[in-house]
Antibody, heavy 119, light 109 residues
């Protein structure tokens, strides 16, 4: 079964770029079976879909975040990454990476990583 | 519309049946997936497709759909089912955009 693990800074300054990486093990990120997604959850609030990427490189972004989000994939490292620019305190959240199967939804999730935006 | 609407909170007596609903236009075209999230933990997929459970999910969890409404039913709720539940589906754009409901906090009394 797949295992996903987020990594990256836990503290980002306002106006800077948040960068996170998700390392996939137990399977290939080049698999045509999955989309690879990022979901976040502000403290005490619900889940928000950020975006996803297919192994081919096709990307799909939440329209509300599209102008600030870039998701990329590195097949050589079996990783995919999230960049969110011009962050504010409203971007403080637990960020999850997850694998999406077209038939099932988000089946495998990382444990999540808290990113705080503060000076 | 790209929104999925859930009741913020629902309660159920131990051993009784509870239904958690999710409404949205996209549910007329796509099935919902349902996730259980306990405090401090990542979400766990409990129902997907028409009514499918991943391995390890108890059969007291079931799903259904009618029109623009998807439902998660827990038959014989247990104390360990107390959690937040989120629905998720594609939005109506057809562009592989996902959307999550606002979540329902389930209390088992």
């Amino acid at each position: 079964q797949l295992q996903l693990q987020e990594s990256g800074p836990g503290l980002v300054k306002p106006s800077e770029t948040l960068s996170l990486t998700c390392t996939v093990s137990g399977g290939s990120i080049s698999s045509s079976s999955y989309y690879w997604g990022w979901i976040r959850q502000p403290p005490g609030k619900g889940l928000e879909w950020i975006g996803s990427i297919y192994y081919s490189g096709s990307t799909y972004y939440n329209p509300s975040l599209k102008s600030r989000v870039t998701i990329s994939v590195d097949t050589s490292k079996n990783q995919f990454s999230l960049k969110l620019s011009s962050v504010t305190a409203a971007d403080t959240a637990v960020y999850y990476c997850a694998s999406e199967d077209i038939l099932t939804g988000y089946y495998y999730w990382g444990q999540g990583t808290l990113v705080t935006v503060s000076s | 519309s790209s929104e999925l609407t859930q009741d913020p909170a629902v309660s159920v007596a131990l051993g009784q049946t509870v239904r958690i609903t999710c409404q949205g236009d996209s549910l007329r075209s796509y099935y919902a997936s349902w996730y259980q999230q306990k405090p401090g933990q990542a979400p766990v997929l409990v129902i997907y497709g028409k009514n499918n459970r991943p391995s390890g999910i108890p059969d007291r969890f079931s799903g259904s759909s009618s029109g623009n409404t998807a439902s998660l039913t827990i038959t014989g709720a247990q104390a360990e089912d107390e959690a937040d539940y989120y629905c998720n589906s594609r939005d109506s754009s057809g562009n592989h955009h996902a959307v999550f409901g606002g979540g329902t906090q389930l209390t088992v009394l």
